[in-house]
């Protein structure tokens, strides 16, 4: 049996050491594209080895069991290509450092954290577009939330903590590097990380936020209502689907800041919330890598139709994924969701009406999407196919994993609380400075 004190080294370390082994068969591409799924599952089963073992946070240990199976679903879900190798390989570095953050003790977690924001940037100006405004910004943010989680780490301040959990689990106006993130990195990045930061954003917070008064959490539910309208918007106005699904999720992703901040406290339901929303997202983004790999990457959603008749097993898949998106039962975002929002005291009066405003938005942009996808003229221009064996299984995966998130009792994940250390100790006593 393994110690209990090298457990979260265990867990971490399998992903990372198989990234390092993939390098091996790196000019056999399909062969290296298996290896990282089997490797995925690998640290699965390491993960549910070690469950019983893992000291778990405020908002359990759910997490640490959806980073494999979100990391094994994004690489399933990319065509074999040559051009995908390194994203596949960092798609297991990202895990296995993800993995080490979430179970470690607060140094080294907040260290590696520094680092995983840093080898983003480094990503995000590596693919950055020069003539897009917001791809800058993006290398901005996280550039900042690099920034404050070195200095988290070395001094344990509570602000460059809470900023760092604001770039994370993005809230607006810290916002440009999670959309940058989902629609600048290549391959199976944007589907990993979109639950990889939010996880690890609400991870930090939920042992920074007890301890902040009701007057201080005020300006946050602020940023939080106003955001989730102005996200909504924008995800509103979006003709590319990356862009509409990062602001999409970045609506319900602030709603989720205003729970937290209302209630100060993060609880099974937040993360089941989180889990829930994230996973949808990155569902949608491999059915949309669906029609990118047959039509090309810079395909205009309006110019695809008809794909119900010709693409039933895609059209179900989807359709079951749009419902989840819009926060409908019995899926794992209407079941967090509501929890959230039982336990939160309704702090200003306006946040019923921003509520229902988000879901209607969503309900919209969301139906537009997939009705235009799947319905209409058929093209006899396109050349229709079906979902292939790996993108089938990617996207089951994901559906499955709403319907079990929606359905299983939100105390199977809590875990046992962390003993105080040191940095908690300073983040509080900053607080209450």
């Not at 989720?256 to 099974?268: D, F, I, K, M």
Request: hydrophobic share 55%.
């Amino acid at each position: 049996m393994i110690n209990p004190m090298l457990t979260p080294w265990f867990v971490a370390a399998v992903p990372l050491l198989g990234a390092l082994l993939g390098l091996s068969i790196w000019s056999q591409p399909e062969k290296l594209k298996t290896w990282s799924v089997t490797v995925t599952l690998g640290s699965l089963l390491a993960v549910l080895l070690s469950f019983f073992t893992l000291t778990g946070s405020t908002e359990g240990l759910l997490f640490v069991l959806l980073l494999p199976l979100a990391a094994s679903v994004s690489l399933l879900g990319q065509p074999v290509h040559r051009d995908h190798r390194l994203t596949w390989v960092l798609t297991l570095v990202f895990l296995g450092m993800g993995l080490g953050i979430l179970t470690l003790p607060s140094p080294i977690g907040s260290i590696a954290l520094a680092l995983l924001l840093g080898f983003i940037t480094f990503l995000l100006y590596w693919h950055h577009d020069p003539f897009w405004g917001p791809s800058w910004l993006g290398i901005g943010t996280y550039g900042l939330g690099t920034l404050c989680a070195g200095i988290a780490a070395m001094t344990g301040s509570a602000i460059a903590s809470l900023l760092a959990c604001m770039i994370l689990l993005p809230l607006v106006p810290f916002h440009h590097g999670y959309v940058a993130a989902l629609t600048r990195l290549p391959g199976s990045l944007p589907s990993f990380t979109v639950l990889l930061l939010p996880a690890i954003g609400l991870h930090k917070l939920a042992a920074l936020i007890p301890p902040v008064s009701e007057l201080e959490t005020l300006p946050v539910i602020v940023l939080a209502l106003s955001g989730a309208l102005y996200a909504a918007i924008k995800a509103l106005a979006q003709s590319r689907v990356r862009l509409l699904l990062a602001y999409g999720s970045l609506s319900f992703f602030s709603l989720l800041w205003w729970c937290v901040a209302a209630s100060r406290t993060v609880t099974p339901q937040a993360a089941v919330f989180l889990g829930s929303l994230a996973l949808v997202t990155a569902g949608l983004l491999l059915a949309w890598q669906v029609i990118r790999t047959r039509y090309g990457d810079d395909v205009d959603p309006r110019a695809i139709s008809g794909l119900a008749a010709q693409m039933p097993q895609f059209a179900v898949l989807i359709s079951v994924l749009a419902l989840a998106a819009m926060g409908l039962p019995p899926f794992g975002v209407f079941v967090g969701f509501m929890g959230l929002l039982f336990a939160s005291p309704l702090t200003l009066s306006i946040a019923p009406f921003v509520v229902a405003i988000t879901w209607l938005a969503a309900s919209w942009y969301i139906l537009d999407l997939v009705q235009g996808l799947l319905f209409g003229r058929k093209r006899p221009d396109l050349r229709y196919e079906d979902v292939r064996q790996s993108e089938f299984a990617s996207l089951l995966i994901v559906v499955m994993i709403m319907f079990a998130l929606g359905l299983a009792p939100t105390n199977l994940f809590e875990g046992t609380p962390r003993s105080t250390d040191t940095g908690a100790i300073m983040e509080s006593v900053s607080w209450n400075r």
